[in-house]
């Protein structure tokens, strides 16, 4: 059985561990605001935008711009891999490391595909560099902080340089979609080519399928299509870091409060311990007062 001094130290540093993970707790909780407001801030633009782009597309055809038109053969494949600089926060770095490794492990079969990476964070950039996966660049201290759209706007323009050269044939990002403080989901998404609108396909004549707004459009359809597009591919890699880092305030500080809680727990358990040795103590000791008062009285 440990001794008393023993029990009291361990009782001590856990109790330090608390405060730790509690101020970290409330950090992550002071950040989570404004990412948050930041984050949902962002959405609506990003939904009106996609509906107009829509609109447009419809208008003006597929053939309108090359982001649209897939490479003929498909070889080099590019991923934006969004993570944290920082640990503590659970599983949430390991869930998006884990989505782009699956990514990479499907298309392993095909040996004549090629594999690049843009890293946000430093978790997803030595992950990276551990499985040897060529880094174009990568950006830390990004995630977790103020992030501006500038950002976005200047990977973005590289990747669709790259995608037009003929550099890659596809553009994914990986990012951790958030959708409430206890669940962020890793998702992986097609940037380039830009893909088409979702539609359900169950849908028949008779049902009523949503208005889309026809917009008047100065200069033409086409024209605009061009400017939009490339806009469209900043304003969603923009949006995955905005949810990236929302879902990286909010696990960390679902996970300091699981470790605060189990700090609770462990000084629960080591007061107990503690006062089991001391019982033990107090009553060997007694043991040996009685014993060495009847070794007196023979």
């Known amino acids: 059985m440990a001794t008393l001094k023993e029990v009291k130290t361990k009782i001590g540093a856990v109790k330090k561990t608390k405060q730790i993970t509690k101020a970290m707790n409330m950090v992550a909780a002071s950040r989570l605001r404004g990412a948050q407001n930041n984050m949902e801030g962002f959405r609506p633009y990003a939904e009106k935008f996609a509906e107009i782009l829509g609109g447009l597309s419809d208008r003006a055809g597929e053939e309108t711009s090359p982001l649209l038109l897939p490479h003929e053969e498909v ?5 934006i891999l969004c993570t944290s600089d920082r640990g503590l926060c ?25 594999f690049s990476v843009t890293n946000f964070g430093k978790k997803g950039r030595d992950w990276s560099r551990k499985n040897e996966i ?5 950006h830390l201290g990004v995630i977790g902080t103020v992030i501006k759209f500038n950002m976005a706007s200047t990977v973005g323009k590289g990747l669709i340089d790259g995608f037009l050269n ?74 995955a870091l905005l949810e990236t880092s929302t879902s990286e305030h909010a696990a960390r500080m679902m996970a300091m409060d699981n470790a605060s809680k189990a700090c609770d727990d462990m000084v629960e358990n080591l007061t107990l311990a503690y006062n089991k040795a001391r019982q033990a103590t107090i009553t060997a000791e007694l043991m040996d007062i009685v014993g060495g008062a009847e070794a007196l009285k023979g």
Do not use: W
């Not at 070889?75 to 991923?79: G, M, T």
């Not at 959708?179 to 380039?192: D, F, P």
């Open 75 to 79: 070889i080099k494949k590019h991923i």
């Open 90 to 114: 659970g599983g949430f770095n390991a869930h998006l490391i884990s989505k782009a490794g699956s990514f990479i492990k499907e298309a392993g079969d095909d040996e004549d595909i090629e």
């Open 134 to 138: 060529p880094i174009i660049s990568e």
């Open 166 to 239: 003929g550099e890659y044939d596809e553009v994914y990002v990986v990012y951790s979609e958030f959708i409430s403080m206890g669940r962020q989901v890793a998702t992986i998404k097609q940037l380039l080519p830009i893909p088409p609108l979702e539609t359900d396909e169950d849908e028949t004549e008779d049902q009523d399928k949503p208005y889309l707004a026809e917009h008047i459009c100065e200069p033409s359809p086409d024209e605009l299509l061009g400017e939009l597009l490339p806009m469209s591919v900043y304003a969603q890699l923009y949006r």
